[in-house]
């Protein structure tokens, strides 16, 4: 069952990069803006995690620096959103032929 909300150190283990990168980011990316608990932490929504992942399909997978990575997410963000997802996919379809490829 999916969480409604996941902590910062949840969503940096899911999407593989260190809590301070995530603080970091939410200092430059205003798409970026997870809710707070009255005692000051973060809470981040699924929405947010999808934020996240574009982020690093802008910085990681397109080797984009962080100021044409926002301009980017503000300009097209409807087409980075396919973009990531289509690229997540054609990841996961590479790790299942891989395992194929094991069995053979």
Same mark, same amino acid.
Not at 4 to 32: C, D, H, P
Not at 69 to 74: F, G, I, V, Y
Not at 75 to 86: F, G, L, M, N, V
């Given at each position: 069952? @999916?969480?409604?909300?996941?902590? +910062? ?5 899911? +999407? ?11 200092? @430059?990316?205003?798409? $970026?803006? =997870?809710?707070?608990? =009255? ?10 995690? @999808?934020?996240?992942?574009? +982020?690093?399909?802008? $910085? ?16 097209? =963000? ?14 996961? +379809? ?11």
């Amino acid at each position: 069952m @999916e969480k409604l909300y996941y902590t +910062i150190k949840e969503v940096a283990a899911m +999407i593989g990069v260190s809590e301070s990168t995530l603080r970091y980011w939410e200092t @430059e990316f205003v798409q $970026l803006r =997870p809710s707070r608990t =009255p005692g000051g932490r973060r809470r981040y929504t699924t929405e947010d995690i @999808e934020k996240v992942k574009q +982020i690093v399909y802008l $910085l990681a997978d397109q080797k984009m620096h962080v100021d044409g990575a926002k301009h980017r997410l503000q300009s097209r =963000p409807d087409e980075i959103a396919r973009k990531q997802q289509i690229a997540e996919s054609l990841k996961n +379809i590479k790790q299942e032929l891989v395992e194929i490829k094991r069995f053979l």
